[in-house]
């Protein structure tokens, strides 16, 4: 009979397989995935002998790390490859051999030699985990809308797409990554213009910018000469020289008083086009500063990082609340289309609780901040 340790450990592998397997669709066979993970557990502790590294108290890699590494390796080599190939693969001694030596070793020099840089925070402080709350239950009620209307669809893909960035940005953040969380919040602003436009400048606007989407797919496409050809007329039409310019920007002559102030009060860039034609002019010298990091520089080296965390925790706030905006008069157009009803009936007032504490959080870090020099 196993004991309590063998238990827990099966238990373990069993769990984080049926997880891993939700999260990819994949389902590897899970006989020789628990052969593989058998062996590389047994080469793992080799491969730290070999290297002499001794582990302190919950220094070593977690069972659940383990089965991770032996899923998505077999998963790269073998996902791609039909059934009956895939079982020739897994019964060949060889693979075994090499899966065992690859993910251990991979195993020890991530989890062991692996330079940590201090962080200014964690996923697990309180400004982190509100605005992972806030996107998740974001991403929760936008998932429940199915329907076949485009525009509903298009714009639920750019609010995704918002709420994964804005995620990615904090993640960076407590990651100690703070300086490349600045420039994915560049980004994230440039998408938060975006969707400004697209949800306040009229109803078939959206269709306008689907389709002048297609210039940036020209390579290779099989009407490349009837856009090119619908380029050309269009820039000469208004006018511009650089097409790359009207490429990127073009689709914003079609809200309504950009034509008319067009070369004068707008241009077919950001800080003239699409960042004032969303209203977001006031943010441009935060945009700015972003842009200077966006290559390296003195910036980057001279400047300390809890700056950029502070920065950055303050501007993505601006952003989120924007984002979050448009997320709910959204909602109220479609929900009919919501299979979570309810949900998105109490979506306004449950965002508004998160951006709240988010809130609350950034008064602390300016208390904090406030000081140093």
């Known amino acids: 009979m196993p ?8 238990s373990i592998f069993q769990a984080q397989m049926a997880r891993l397997k939700r999260v990819t669709g994949q389902s590897p066979d899970a006989e020789f995935m628990r052969t593989m993970f058998a062996r590389v557990k047994e080469q793992y502790l080799e491969e730290l002998r070999k290297r002499k590294i001794r582990l302190r108290a919950l220094e070593g890699a977690r069972l659940d790390e383990i089965v991770s590494y032996i899923f998505y390796y077999h998963l790269f080599h073998t996902s791609h490859l039909p059934p009956d190939l895939i079982k020739k693969v897994e019964a060949d001694e060889n ?23 201090i ?34 669809n298009g714009i639920n893909n750019l609010f995704k797409k918002a709420m994964v960035t804005t995620k990615s940005v904090i993640n960076l953040l407590a990651a100690g990554n703070s300086c490349d ?35 940036f797919d020209m390579e290779g496409n099989p009407h490349a000469e009837e856009l090119q050809q619908r380029l050309a007329e269009e820039c000469k039409a208004y006018g511009v020289k650089e097409r790359n310019a009207f490429i990127n920007y073009g689709w914003l002559v079609y809200v309504d008083g950009f034509r008319e102030g067009f070369g004068k009060e707008y241009r077919l860039n950001f800080k003239d086009g699409l960042q004032k034609i969303a209203g977001q002019s006031a943010r441009h010298a935060a945009y700015a500063s972003a842009s200077k990091i966006l290559h390296p520089s003195a910036w980057v080296v001279t ?17 989120l609340v924007n984002i979050v905006g448009l997320i709910k008069n959204y909602i109220d157009r479609y929900r009919a289309f919501s299979q979570k009803p309810a949900e998105c009936a109490a979506y306004a007032q449950t965002i508004d609780g998160y951006l709240k504490m988010i809130e609350r959080n950034n008064k602390v870090i300016a208390i904090k901040y406030a000081n140093r020099a």
């Open 3 to 10: 004991n309590i340790i063998d238990q827990m450990e099966t």
């Open 95 to 117: 693979y075994r051999t090499m899966f065992v030596r690859d993910v251990a070793v991979y195993i020890v020099i991530n989890e062991h030699l692996n330079v940590e840089k």
């Open 119 to 152: 962080s200014n925070t964690s996923v697990c402080s309180p400004e982190i985990a509100a605005y992972n709350m806030a996107c998740s239950y974001s991403l929760f009620v936008l998932g429940s809308l199915k329907g076949e209307d485009r525009r509903m």
């Open 181 to 215: 969380a600045v420039i994915l919040w560049r980004h994230l602003h440039e998408l938060e213009c975006v969707l400004n436009v697209l949800c306040t400048k009229g109803e078939e606007l959206f269709f306008r910018y689907v389709k002048h989407m297609e210039y």
């Open 303 to 319: 400047i300390r990082d809890d700056k950029f965390y502070k920065f950055t925790m303050f501007e993505l706030y601006r952003s």
